[in-house]
């Protein structure tokens, strides 16, 4: 079928680069234990208790922030794009729930 060809232009053009993933990935990993986080300080009974932690996931979250932001997405190959807009609509989408 003709009109899939154009949807499937990515994996025709290469995978994802590998140390791309892994960057991505990493982001995508540490986003969902910043939101499972968030969720148990929202509901604690004791958030001071959790401040230290919560001071470093704010840390982290404002590192891996830039990093993502940083990413010039006119660079990336085309499978590097998709996975890109994939994952960061996944970590958005999560986000949501929290804040």
Do not use: C, W
Not at 15 to 33: I, L, P, R
Not at 47 to 57: K, Q, V
Request: proline share 1%.
């Amino acid at each position: 079928s003709e009109a899939s060809s154009s949807n499937n232009s990515s994996s025709e053009s290469g995978s994802v680069t590998a140390s791309f993933k892994e960057t991505m990935d990493e982001y995508e990993e540490f986003m969902n234990k910043y939101v499972e986080f968030m969720k148990k300080y929202s509901e604690s009974d004791n958030p001071i208790g959790m401040l230290s932690e919560y001071t470093d996931m704010l840390s982290t979250y404002s590192d891996f922030v830039e990093k993502i932001d940083g990413i010039n997405q006119d660079e990336l190959s085309a499978a590097d794009l998709a996975y890109y807009l994939e994952l960061t609509a996944r970590v958005t989408k999560k986000l949501a729930t929290v804040q």
